[in-house]
């Protein structure tokens, strides 16, 4: 039956010009993935039961249902549009192939340029925990992604070490660039297992400005990129390693110093040095056992009165946001330990920024209901958002502009229902439980083991005792 407010379309018009994601389409509306379609030259020349538009949203979709199969994230998506009520000819189900060759015939730049036009920074000054002072807080961080064992993602992203051989999965290396108030990652850059965060990084600096204060951890504290992030203009305060050559040349009222870094490279010459200010300090607390190491922290704001010590000590764990973001779609929209879908090193291009869209798109229908009640955005439940953008592209919403309001209002209201409490002060010791199998290690050789012949009845042979 058609939905109520349901207009008869026109009769060129197709069920696949109105599949959308739900309350996610208000982030990435229907004419900003025709435009970067069209942009990346991915438009059709024909007309296809898989349009471009319809793929971009059908992989942000399997990002969105990870668990489910092909075929099943297809039927999320057109299951509640009303097309036997205003379409001529009925709509089926594209088979398994059908979808495989359109995701190739799309390629990752579509995603790649959505997740570029799209993603944008969504914090205000207004906004709880996003800024320290006038400055905004953002950070770097990087990951891995196992993606499927076959020959080419072999080929291009390749695999870490382990302690028998290699590691079973070849994997993906992302490095984001996010806000901390918000968790909107806003920048990625995704390379090779063979690519360090620092090479990735680079990549991602012209997302830094002035106004902004850029946080990280000590494994990219290093001379070249630490001047290349404040040539930005943006400030730093990234932790710094423990064997950094840390001169004190300077000392000041707060407890900080004034010293120096100097490329590795440059130690005589000394024509590429960077001024930073050295923040030391220890967390003494009775709860934290064995934790009362030293830490180290480098920042490019060099007047203790513009931010004193005990201040940046203590928002040096804001750093922490982006962990939690990356650990939102990892584990929580992805599923934990799960293996991307992709065969093709393209295809697992595509499926990642599928991912980064997705999982910003749900960042912003967060920071919008936090915004819209002043409240702070980690109050509000990742999970319990990421259930309500599944089951709103199920409620035939199309890409019809009232449906969408009017369906937007409800899901604001359902992720607000029940807020988060207060973080509560945690910690876990650094150890991990795994249970060894008895089982060797799959190898290459066991990819192509021998299979049977005959059915079982006929590969009998009853054995007469002697």
Known sequence: ??????????????????????????????????????ATGRTEQRSRLLPARLVVYYVMGLALFSQSSYEEVMRNLVEGLSWQSGWEKQWRMPSKSAIFQARARLGAEPLRALFER??????????????YRDWKLVAFDGTTLDVPDTPDNDAVFGRPGASRGTSAFPQARLVAFAECGTHAMTGAAIGPYSDSELTLTRQLLEHLGPGMLCLADRGFAG?????????????????????????VL??????????????????????????????????????????AERYRL??????????PAEELAALYAQRWEIETALGELKTHQRGPKVVLRSKTADGVLQEIYGHLCTH?????????????????????????SLRAARRSTRQGLGTTTTNLAAVLGDTLTEILHELLPVRRLRSAARVVKRKMSNYGVKRPQ?????????????????????
Request: a negative charge; proline letters at 9%; one cysteine or more.
């Open 250 to 291: 300077e000392r000041f009222d707060d407890g900080s110093f004034r010293s120096e870094i100097v490329a590795t490279t440059d130690k005589r010459t000394r024509k590429q040095v960077l001024s930073v200010r050295v923040v030391e300090y220890t967390l003494e607390d009775p709860g934290r056992p064995g934790r």
């Open 118 to 131: 799209g993603c944008v920074p969504l914090a205000t000054q207004s906004t709880p925990g996003a800024y």
């Open 446 to 466: 066991h990819r192509n083991w021998p299979q049977p012949a005959l059915r079982s009845a006929a590969a009998i042979e009853v054995l007469t005792p002697p």
């Open 298 to 307: 480098v920042t490019t704001i060099l007047d203790p009165q513009a931010a």
């Open 360 to 384: 910003y798109a749900i960042r912003a229908l967060m920071s919008q209901a936090a915004d819209n009640h002043d409240i702070d955005p980690d109050r509000i439940s990742f999970t319990r």
């Open 223 to 247: 001379h070249p990129l630490l001047a290349a992030a404040a040539a930005t203009g943006a400030d730093l305060l990234w932790r710094a390693k423990s064997n950094a050559v840390l001169p």
């Open 1 to 38: 039956m058609p939905r109520a407010g349901w207009v008869k379309p026109q009769d060129d018009q197709r069920l696949s010009d109105h599949v959308a994601l739900g309350v996610l389409t208000s982030t990435f509306p229907p004419w900003l993935v025709d435009e970067v379609v069209e």
